[in-house]
């Protein structure tokens, strides 16, 4: 069964998301027969890349135009997502950049099946680390760390390669009508949109696999929505 992840490394809930669904994954009897497929997506490819991003703080007030309440808010509620899953939470002093690179340095890294690796990597530098994903260097370590060479990765940064594949994804997102990340689309059936509870993840997990398994005609999309980032940058309070 293929389920596609439509995520962006600046996404708060793509991090949270990518570990409820692995916990999920774990109680899933059937986790041998899923087929894990990365998406790219950028909530605002105008953003600064190569190392030159910005606090994440001052992109949300004068670009996305959150009010400073409303920061603060979502910030407590992210911290208590991130307590729940025992990781640590410093989203506070993060970097708003470019996530071009770092999605074509994931397909590059899904050519050697350590994309999730990578993914988590990315979003932990973000999430828990505040470094920049958009410097160069740090794209490097982080492929290096999951096993690929330096000289790709170099020769990759430095070329076009997967620019186009990120803008086809991006665009299949917008065919589908997909403009929330994080997005997890279970045989093209089942959606869950958002930061969901590992419970729920479990639940549509066990039903888009049963409907694989028995599939006879084309259904429409059944969805399940939480807390996500919207297409236009702005993420849920």
């Not at 793509?14 to 109680?27: N, P, R, S, V, W």
């Not at 497929?37 to 959150?66: H, I, M, T």
């Not at 970097?95 to 397909?107: E, W, Y």
């Amino acid at each position: 069964m293929k389920i596609e992840v439509w995520t962006d490394i600046m996404c708060p809930y793509c991090h949270i998301g990518k570990i409820h669904y692995e916990k999920a994954l774990q109680q899933f009897p059937h986790a041998d027969e899923v087929e894990l497929v990365w998406k790219a997506f950028q909530l605002n490819p105008n953003l600064p890349d190569k190392g030159n991003g910005y606090p994440v703080r001052e992109y949300l007030v004068k670009s996305a135009g959150y009010p400073e309440e409303g920061i603060d808010s979502m910030f407590a509620s992210l911290k208590k997502m991130a307590d729940e899953v025992n990781i640590p939470f410093n989203l506070e002093n993060s970097l708003a950049a470019n996530t071009r690179d770092a999605h074509r340095l994931i397909k590059l890294a899904a050519k050697k099946g350590v994309d999730s690796l990578v993914v988590g990597k990315l979003s932990k530098a973000y999430f828990e680390e505040a470094k920049d994903y958009s410097d160069w260097d740090l794209l490097v370590s982080i492929g290096k760390e999951a096993g690929l060479e330096e000289d790709e990765i170099w020769q990759m940064l430095k070329s076009q390669e997967y620019l186009y594949e990120v803008k086809q994804d991006i665009q299949e997102a917008a065919n589908l009508g997909i403009d929330t990340v994080p997005t997890f689309l279970m045989d093209r059936r089942q959606a869950i949109i958002g930061a969901e509870p590992v419970e729920l993840f479990v639940k549509v997990l066990n039903k888009a696999y049963d409907a694989w398994k028995n599939r006879t005609e084309k259904e429409g999309m059944e969805v399940s929505k939480g807390k996500s980032c919207n297409a236009d940058g702005t993420c849920e309070i």
